[in-house]
């Protein structure tokens, strides 16, 4: 296993803030495993959310946790709101969170403009580590990649946009979950996979026959992708709000690149799932909106009760 492979999956994965004690709820494993209902003090603020999907509760079948997933939107203005709602409302024990240390750590340490430059870096990385582009001038040192560099920066700055709604680059909510998680003296458990795993695994999955072509139809279609189609899931993407929404990208994208879909989806999902079945106490999971249906399906196949 890598070293990289072995940071990511080791740790660290939760953190305490140094916030002054609050005082304890007393509660003990009888009251949890026979609460049949979430408190309504923690819920009833919150029915607009579970009614657009954007939020689901269940009781964890593993430790008979109360756990509420809300998904998240790049795209969608409330998403930050809505995050800050939902912690503020159920005071979690615990806030789980989709990002990795180094993401968590470039959140707390750049301002939004360095991390996306950051972020822009490492998907070019990714790119130029293909085994069908390491030789392409495009991706070299010399004057030709350099000024490829630039003439790429729009298609990188849109792919940045795409890698938020995907998960890979943390949106600004995030940074606002940390914060209500400081202020709520929560626990912060993370559940992400490092994201130049699961760049360098979903290009390893694309076959790219030849790269002289840079005609972007004819190279999608070398690639057996239909282009219009490809084009229609990344648009719906990048103005994703709703959970059907998120469905239908996630369909397309199954279909057109499969390889890409196990490591954007399944590979990350089985890990989130894993981190999320031991969290302990009341937990509030903020998660890409595309996560939302397979952590929903994972915790029903563990027969617990999923709220509405």
Not at 131 to 159: C, H, T, V
Not at 283 to 292: E, N
Request: glycine letters at 6%; a positive charge; charged letters at 25%.
């Amino acid at each position: 296993m890598s070293n990289l492979m072995f940071r990511a999956i080791r740790g660290p994965h939760f953190h305490k803030w140094p916030q002054p004690a609050r005082p304890v709820r007393k509660t003990n494993a009888a009251q949890h495993v026979s609460q049949e209902r979430f408190s309504s003090t923690s819920t009833e603020h919150l029915s607009h959310l579970t009614r657009d999907g954007s939020l689901i509760m269940f009781k964890n079948p593993f430790n008979q946790a109360d756990v509420f997933v809300i998904g998240t939107s790049n795209a969608s203005r409330e998403s930050t709101a809505n995050i800050q709602q939902v912690i503020r409302s159920v005071e979690p024990n615990t806030v789980f969170l989709e990002l990795d240390q180094e993401r968590m750590n470039r959140l707390l340490s750049h301002t939004p403009l360095e991390s996306d430059e950051s972020f822009k870096s490492e998907i070019f990385k990714a790119l130029s580590s293909h085994p069908s582009l390491k030789s392409n001038p495009l991706f070299g040192d010399g004057f030709i990649g350099r000024m490829a560099r630039q003439g790429f920066e729009k298609y990188i700055q849109r792919a940045l946009g795409i890698m938020k709604q995907f998960g890979l680059v943390p949106g600004e909510m995030f940074r606002a979950a940390i914060g209500e998680a400081r202020n709520k003296n929560s626990k912060v458990v993370l559940g992400g996979i490092d994201p130049r795993i699961t760049l360098h695994s979903a290009m390893a999955g694309v076959k790219i026959p030849d790269f002289s072509n840079l005609n972007p139809s004819t190279l999608l279609k070398d690639m057996n992708i239909d282009p219009d189609n490809l084009r229609s899931i990344m648009s719906e993407a990048e103005t994703m709000e709703t959970r059907e929404t998120a469905r239908r990208v996630r369909e397309g994208m199954k279909k057109e690149l499969p390889q890409v879909y196990k490591a954007l989806f399944t590979d990350r999902e089985e890990y989130m799932n894993a981190r999320l079945e031991k969290c302990e106490g009341k937990t509030v999971a903020v998660v890409g909106m595309m996560h939302m249906d397979a952590i929903e399906e994972h915790f029903k196949r563990g027969k617990g009760r999923l709220g509405s």
